[in-house]
Antibody, heavy 121, light 107 residues
Framework: QVQLVQSGAEVKKPGASVKVSCKAS????????MHWVRQAPGHGLEWMGM????????SYAQKFQGRVTMTRDTSTSTVYMEMSSLRSEDTAVYYC??????????????WGQGTMVTVSS | DIQMTQSPSSLSASVGDRLTITCRAS??????LNWYQQKPGKAPTLLIY???SLEIGVPSRFSGSGSGTDFTLTISSLLPEDFATYYC?????????FGGGTKVEIK
């Protein structure tokens, strides 16, 4: 079945970097854009950016420009989200989400299970 | 960026109640409005896309309406499994912004 499986929880110190993976299966990886969304504890959903698995092009929220990099590996159907210069405010669950396509309003139809990233000294 | 405003931010309701949640965009987004449900400790799931189209497998007690800047999500008769947080999201252009969420609690 169509699914996105993310890497496990991470604990990082302030100033460090983290790289979260999201492995797709059950569909043609290069046919659907992938987005990243995060959710701080007790807060709402925050869009971070997107990657085109076909060509690798990216677009990031202005808030994360210069600090986040989204990449993909077509050989393993995996997208990655790397964030540098971590601070305590980056403590959150990070989700990858597949975009359904224009015929379905470009909604996020498949989500990964989430990866908890904790930033603490 | 397009701002999305949901109301209310929380509400208490009983099983069997009819429920309406509203979402307003800071500019016209045509029908590019999606609704998600999130339960504690779980990833969001898609309920409605393109303002009023029900995602496959979603019960018909859920419905959506609206276009332009004003949208609503309606649950016709609340079931126990519907107590969750609901988010709207615009997919018209630019950053795919979400509303702040509406937490539906048991009265």
């Amino acid at each position: 079945q169509v699914q996105l499986v993310q890497s496990g929880a991470e604990v990082k110190k302030p100033g460090a970097s983290v790289k979260v993976s999201c492995k797709a299966s059950g569909y043609t990886f290069t046919s659907y854009y992938m987005h990243w969304v995060r959710q701080a504890p007790g807060h709402g959903l925050e869009w971070m950016g997107m990657v085109n698995p076909s060509g690798g092009s990216t677009s990031y929220a202005q808030k994360f420009q210069g600090r986040v990099t989204m990449t993909r590996d077509t050989s393993t159907s995996t997208v990655y989200m790397e964030m540098s210069s971590l601070r305590s405010e980056d403590t959150a669950v990070y989700y990858c989400a597949r975009v359904s396509g224009p015929s379905r309003g470009n909604a996020f139809d498949i989500w990964g299970q989430g990866t908890m990233v904790t930033v603490s000294s | 960026d397009i701002q999305m405003t949901q109301s209310p931010s929380s509400l208490s309701a009983s099983v069997g109640d009819r429920l309406t949640i509203t979402c307003r965009a800071s500019q016209s987004i045509s029908i590019y409005l999606n609704w998600y449900q999130q339960k504690p400790g779980k990833a969001p799931t898609l309920l409605i896309y393109a303002a009023s189209s029900l995602e496959i497998g979603v019960p018909s007690r859920f419905s959506g309406s609206g276009s332009g800047t004003d949208f609503t999500l309606t649950i016709s008769s609340l079931l126990p499994e519907d107590f969750a947080t609901y988010y709207c999201q615009q997919s018209y252009r630019g950053p795919r912004t979400f509303g702040g969420g509406t937490k539906v609690e048991i009265k």
